[in-house]
């Protein structure tokens, strides 16, 4: 079954370092997601990713953050210089199609810690 | 902002119970909406969307009351397999973020 992948599974960093989180979405599907999960609180969407551009973001994805699909494979995630509140589960979602009912699969999640 | 709500849990049930959550949500032009659960430390998996007339898979059935913005899922004869924190998610914007709720967990016991 095909599935979503993301690396690392966890990232440790210092304050104020550049991380740069991938995910290789399921390869048919057209729309990307990061979401991130603080631990011990809900899943919250950061950003939505179609056609190499972004169409969506919340409050949360500001200036320090990016994505990018470089190739025709990956999907990333950049934070430019990491805030010790940026510590959480970051998920990658993808979605073969982009209406109401298009399930998004989530992948593993990469834990970063920022210390 | 506008906002999933969950039954806050936890609920602790026996084996064979039948349990209900609850989910209420504030955007009345909320287009569709899901169930899934979440293992611990692990990633969301979908456990069913929900449909306006309702819909029914083995021992899960989900109901969705739009005038009401109002979403169920209830888990007949259930197993230890269902223990899990289980999320209301609430698509407004036509495919695009999802707004999850807070998770309601359920621990069944043997």
């Known amino acids: 079954e095909p599935e979503v992948t993301q690396t690392p599974s966890h990232q440790v960093t210092q304050m104020g370092q550049e991380v740069i989180l991938r995910c290789v979405p399921i390869?048919?599907?057209?729309?990307f997601y990061w979401y991130r999960q603080i631990l011990g609180q809900k899943v919250e969407f950061l950003v939505s990713?179609?056609?190499?551009?972004?169409?969506?973001k919340s409050e949360i994805f500001d200036d320090q953050f990016s994505v990018e699909r470089p190739d025709g494979s990956n999907f990333t995630l950049k934070i430019r210089s990491t805030k010790l509140e940026d510590s959480a589960m970051y998920f990658c979602?993808?979605?073969?199609?982009?209406?109401?009912?298009?399930?998004?699969?989530f992948g593993p999640g990469t834990r970063l810690t920022v210390l | 902002r506008k906002e999933v709500e969950q039954d806050p849990g936890p609920f602790n049930v026996p084996e064979g119970a039948t349990v209900a959550f609850n989910c209420t949500y504030s955007?009345?032009?909320?287009?569709?909406f899901f169930w899934y659960r979440q293992d611990c430390r692990k990633e969301p998996k979908l456990l069913m969307s929900?449909?306006?007339s309702g819909n029914e898979d083995g021992r899960f059935t989900a109901q969705l009351n739009r005038a009401s913005q109002y979403i169920s899922l209830l888990i007949r004869d259930s197993k230890l397999s269902d223990s899990a924190t289980y999320l209301c998610v609430v698509n407004e914007n036509y495919g695009q973020n999802f707004v999850f709720g807070p998770g309601t967990r359920l621990s069944v016991l043997p």
């Open positions: 979602a993808s979605s073969a199609g982009g209406s109401s009912y298009n399930e998004q699969f």
């Open positions: 929900v449909y306006s």
């Open positions: 390869s048919n599907h057209l729309y």
């Open positions: 955007n009345s032009a909320s287009q569709s």
């Open positions: 990713f179609y056609n190499n551009e972004i169409s969506e």
